[in-house]
Nanobody, 120 residues
Framework: QVQLVESGGGLVQPGGSLRLSCAASGFTLDYYAINWFRQAPGKEREGVSCISSSDRNTYYADSVKGRFTISRDNAKNTVYLQMNSLKPEDTAVYYC?????????????WGQGTQVTVSS
């Protein structure tokens, strides 16, 4: 079965950290750029970060720059999003999606999402 599966979400206090994982099954992540999006209740989906396939260039939304780090381990067929210094406004469902390149708006695969809640 071809799918992306996110994990690692949860409840964390402001200033805390979480690491999200996006694991692929049924296909190889090597050839895809992997994007992280998030959507909070009542808000539009927001692009958070992206890592390219071959040259591993990384991109971040201004709102997370300096706090989030995206990385990939092709041997594990997994992409990670390390989230530090979390703020209540980071609360959302986080999704990963595969595309050809980071600027592509055509996504081949989507995960089901993982909830991140930042609250004291």
């Amino acid at each position: 079965q071809v799918q992306l599966v996110e994990s690692g979400g949860g409840l964390v206090q402001p200033g805390g950290s979480l690491r999200l994982s996006c694991a692929a099954s049924g296909f190889t992540l090597d050839y895809y750029a992997i994007n992280w999006f998030r959507q909070a209740p009542g808000k539009e989906r927001e692009g958070v970060s992206c890592i390219s396939s071959s040259d591993r260039n990384t991109y971040y939304a201004d709102s997370v720059k300096g706090r989030f780090t995206i990385s990939r381990d092709n041997a594990k067929n997994t992409v990670y999003l390390q989230m530090n210094s979390l703020k209540p406004e980071d609360t959302a469902v986080y999704y990963c999606a595969a595309s050809k390149v980071c600027s592509d708006l055509d996504f081949a695969f989507w995960g089901q999402g993982t909830q991140v809640t930042v609250s004291s």
